[in-house]
């Protein structure tokens, strides 16, 4: 039997087959499930600070999927696997190589023609590949960490500060996240860029 439990507004909901790929079986409450995943994630940011990327090791699909397994392979047997079935939101899930592809290719032409700021480019990419959410789940804090490498690794800047938070439950810093992707949904990324650096 595998974990249920409600899901807040910006969530996304498990199939009851992806809920099945919980590994650690004595979990049993969201609360659990969140520490757990919390503790690998900080593993993950651990292990990237001693680690030098580049942009051409970053920027690409194999990455996206690696980060992704090292951030929840210890907890979700799919980590790392694309998502096979649609959600709530996200595209198509047939299109999901196609969109990270195209997205991809137009990060490395915004670096090299410096087309944005570097807050605003690392900004816009995680906006964009958590519109594709490529993951059954986590896809929020993946595109958050990568942002935090892009501009790290790729442009020697701090990472974001993300209001300190690690935007789960529905406190009103994650309320106040959610608006400000809804607002670069709309077009105006300027919010998201301050949530970020606030």
Excluded at 131 to 158: T, V, W, Y
Excluded at 172 to 196: C, P, T, V, W
Aim: glycine share 6%.
């Amino acid at each position: 039997m595998g974990l249920n439990y409600d899901f807040d507004k910006g969530q996304t909901p498990l199939e009851d087959d992806e809920s099945e790929g919980l590994i650690v079986r004595t979990i049993t409450t969201r609360e659990e499930l969140d520490q757990m995943e919390q503790l690998h994630i900080e593993k993950t940011i651990v292990w990237l600070g001693h680690r030098k990327l580049s942009k051409d090791r970053i920027l690409t699909e194999d990455f996206i999927k690696f980060l992704h397994k090292m951030m929840f392979g210890e907890v979700w047997s799919w980590a790392g696997t694309f998502r096979t079935t649609d959600k709530n939101l996200g595209v198509d899930w047939t299109r999901i190589g196609i969109e990270l592809k195209i997205l991809l290719d137009d990060t490395n032409y915004w670096i090299e023609n410096q087309v944005y700021a570097p807050d605003e480019l690392a900004i816009r990419f995680k906006h964009k590949l958590v519109k594709i959410h490529c993951f059954p789940n986590g896809n929020g804090r993946h595109s958050r960490l990568m942002a935090d490498i892009i501009i790290e690794k790729i442009f020697n800047a701090q990472v974001f500060s993300w209001t300190q938070s690690r935007l789960i439950g529905s406190d009103s810093i994650r309320q106040a996240y959610i608006q400000a992707m809804h607002q670069a949904d709309e077009g105006n990324i300027q919010a998201l860029i301050k949530f970020a650096r606030s």
